[in-house]
């Protein structure tokens, strides 16, 4: 380009300034400063949380009180009675360990078999496709409608609820999962390549890291959907040899029409998924994903 | 130096040479169509070379260092390292990339370094973490060993890749434009850096760029390559030029020299493929 970009113009010159910086000490104005209390707090995600829960807490207890009919909707106050008298005889927390037996159960077999699928799909192209095209047609599929079948194949029991719960778990990790290993940039994998890595090792040392927030993402998915299969499959199927769960427990006190017991169950189920949430997810991700800079 | 355009290293050469490159064809696939990336391309890389591939975008000179490092299986022509056939990727030819994020995000430096010296079985942990450290020393970052990747900078990244990389003790350094997404001031530091690093060490290295400068700054040895497909155009001797002769005479005619040799007779063609 030979012509000046402002043509017709010319720069009028003009003096030139030097001036010296000052030193940080030099400054007047304090360089750090502490924040208030307040402020310090509203930086804290769980206390925004709490403010959120408080104000649901409070909405709940002036509706319940303008309805004013402990049958139908009790207020909150009357159903954390219920609640620590239910954990006080003990039942409560008999309910839950049954729930968490079977969960846990459901959600390890889930795991594992979503570990296995994900792990073919990243070793091939017929892996993949095997995947997406499973995942394509189960994922869709209310884990809860296969109850009916599993109770046909695997009678009433603890074996019906683990298959409905694994099917519930296992689409959600594996799509995420794969998803997750797809999405690995390059220069990883060939780093990863480059060290002289292959198969499980590469798959365990490269991908699974660098795809833990997808795959973090998915496991919380998978938690999410088997709670939620693992209470709806109580509620329909009851009890099985003695021990019911949570949703048996919700299920009895509604026929006995112990409503603020019902809603204690369903506080309990709550508080639980908001514990595992914000407190055993959280935690697995500060010290992972959060702290390696891969997620906010 | 001769001005004359001369045809590459000839064969005899062999003998003496790390790295041969014979007659090779690249080519890889699109969806649509399969690409030749570089055509019937040969040279030798000597013990102690800092060799550079110039050219243009679209020359194949990215692809000839992946071929180098394993990733891409020539069509035709023969990769030899030390005598031995290259046929995947391995820690023998460690690689440097463009981006940013070939660095673990779930390693600090120092892991990140020791890794791949624990992953190749070359050294037990405590002796891995504590070569890790030299390297890291070297190319600076003592103050940064604990940190992890995601709070670094664009330049102390590629430090610890080139750290990570030669604390393998390679063959051979392959360095695919290692400081293309850097900052100008950054990248003339690192430049140096590396020339620092060659005298103290002395390692051998194949090094990517579109730049003419660079090439002549960086490269013992360059070669230039033709666009669409690459071809070798020229293989010319840079060792005497470091950054104190940027502005000299010689360092300006060789500058041009090349400059001409890539744009003379394809500006036309260029223009019309970058319109497009």
Redesign the interface.
Known sequence: MSESYYTGRRATPRPEILRKPLQASEIGAPVQEKLPLALRLADQSWARRLLVIACVSLLWEINARVINNTLLFPTFIETTIALFRAIADGVLLERVATSFRILAMGYGAGMLAAAILTGLAAGSRIGADILSTLTAMFNPLPAIALLPLALLWFGLGTGSIVFVVVHSVLWAVALNTHVGFRSV????R??G?????RGL?YVC??LV??A?PSILSGLKIGWAFAWRTLIAAELVFGVSSGAGGLGWFIFERRNALETADVFAGLMTVILIGLFVESVIFRAVENR?VI????QR | MDTSPQPPAKAPQNATALLNVRDVTLRYKTPEQIVTATWRVSFDVREGDRFVLLGPSGCGKSTLLKAVGGFIEPAEGKIMLRGQPVLRPGPDRMMVFQEFDQLLPWKTVLANVAFPLIAAGRAKRAEAYERARVYVEKVGLARATDAYPHTLSGGMKQRVAIARAMAMKPDILLMDEPYAALDALTRRRMQEELLGLWDDIGFTTLFVTHSIEEAIIVGSRILVLSPHPGQVMAELDASTFDHRHLGGADFQSLHRRIHTMLFADSAVADAEVTHE
């Open positions: 940039p390059d220069a990883q060939m780093a390549q480059n060290y002289g890595l090792r040392l490269i890291p660098a833990l992972t702290r390696w800079g891969m």
